[in-house]
């Protein structure tokens, strides 16, 4: 094993063992009636999460967005108002909205206030060119969403 | 023609001036790029948004959401969320996310404040008992959201 091998797998450890992983990891776990993930360890089951900038040149963004893959950015989304609602104690619902052509929404919501609004497009080819951008980006998103229901919690109540 | 008959159809005539079915009749209008609709009367627009309890019983709800039945669910929150616009110039945007078993949600948001926000269930038979029942739908809604966008407008803002 090489020298960077060996720092590559001790990040890959560290990120594992943050809150998002975490969260998301949990998010799969408990979305899986079968136990077919059961003996599967975190990192490959957040491994699908990263795809590299030629792996996504690779995915036609011709029809429809994949099952699994739209499968993958509610996780992430979940993922995210788990995080939130650990955070704020405020409860939130998360709706994906995809159109055939991969466009679309990913919301989450809590009461009348909406804690994270982004836009999708390019859906077939979701991921992140690595463990730490996919962490980086849930946490990013999770501490907005946190903001919000912080700064407005009154809406969050309606 | 009897009596009830001129009375039913005297009550339709007014209905059809209403803004709310004005804005159900614009939306369908705008989304008709090949002229389908140009020479159909407004009455015969807005007919397939009335669905009695008798044909309702008669849709499965088995199955996907037909996408004509999906297409008039949007329209009707686009006609909704355009007479919050007129109202109250807030800018806003309508998502309709559906299972494939006819459950999900209708989203109407502006800013950072959601509007408008129905549960959709048996989304397969979706209708109203009467023109009546489906003009006093759209107002209720419309105004409901109004109420909102008018109280925290600044979080429409954001």
Known sequence: MSATEIT???IVT???ESDFAKALVQQI??????????HWSDELLLKPFVVSRAQKREISVDGDVD???KGRILVFYRAI????EQQTGQLSQVVVDLSHEGFGWALIFSGRLL?????L???????????????????KLANMGIEMA?????????
Chains 1, 2 share one sequence.
């Not at 859906?123 to 060119?129: S, T, V």
Request: charged share 30%; with cysteine.
């Open 150 to 158: 912080t700064r407005y919690s009154d809406v969050c109540k309606l």
């Open 67 to 69: 099952p699994t893959t």
């Open 115 to 119: 804690l994270v609004v982004r836009t």
């Open 8 to 10: 590559t797998s001790t």
């Open 121 to 139: 497009r390019d859906a077939q080819r979701f991921g992140f060119d690595s463990f730490e951008k996919l962490i980086a980006e849930g946490d």
């Open 81 to 84: 108002a788990a995080r939130i």
């Open 14 to 16: 560290e990120l594992l």
């Open 29 to 38: 776990r408990v979305n899986d009636p079968y136990g077919t993930y059961r």
